[in-house]
């Protein structure tokens, strides 16, 4: 097996639901993509750290990463900047999404690999 075949196997082992994914629906560039596998990793807001001259006192800025095959997206991942959205539970009957910003993006040998932030009160 080479090493291109080996990448490929971790990458279906991450993003396979019944090891680390769970299934989503996310949207971004007007685009709906409903229940592919995503994996999802947020950072507790106690982990992050603070600079000294953050003087935003009742914001807290929530980061998190989020691994998808393109594959899943006809090819299509958002760029640096976009808003990326995705569903978190449901709330009145309807599916409830979070909104982020798209701070890095990368296409890592067919998974999209994004770092993202999220201002909440």
Do not use: W
């Not at 709906?32 to 009742?58: A, Y």
């Not at 808003?83 to 599916?95: N, R, S, T, V, Y």
């Amino acid at each position: 097996m080479g090493f291109k075949e080996m990448v490929k196997a971790d990458i279906e082992v991450f993003l396979n639901p019944e090891e680390f994914a769970e299934k989503h629906t996310i949207k971004f560039d007007g685009m709906t993509f409903e229940d592919i596998d995503v994996t999802l990793i947020k950072v507790k807001q106690s982990d992050r750290i603070i600079p000294k001259d953050d003087h935003m006192q009742g914001v807290h800025l929530v980061t998190a990463k989020a691994y998808f095959s393109v594959e899943d997206t006809d090819g299509k991942y958002p760029e640096h900047g976009a808003h990326f959205e995705i569903d978190d539970g449901e709330a009145l009957g309807k599916p409830f999404f979070e909104r982020y910003r798209v701070v890095t993006v990368e296409n890592a040998m067919g998974m999209a690999c994004l770092e993202l932030e999220l201002y909440d009160e």
